[in-house]
């Protein structure tokens, strides 16, 4: 699982990564190049953080 979110979403994309995997996500910061494109998977702002378990 993957998620991609800003910093108003961040809390929420690590509880529900918690809850759908049972599992402990890996919080990183997205590069400066992947900010520019890659979008919040909640809401239309740019996206900071990488949640994910890889």
């Given amino acids: 699982m993957i998620i991609n979110c800003c910093k108003t979403h961040v809390e929420h994309a690590l509880d529900v990564f918690v809850a759908e ?9 997205l590069s400066d190049e992947k900010k520019l494109s890659t979008k919040c998977d909640y809401c239309e702002e740019a996206a900071l953080y990488l949640v994910a378990n890889e």
């Fill in 21 to 29: 995997t049972k599992s402990y996500p890996i919080l990183t910061e």
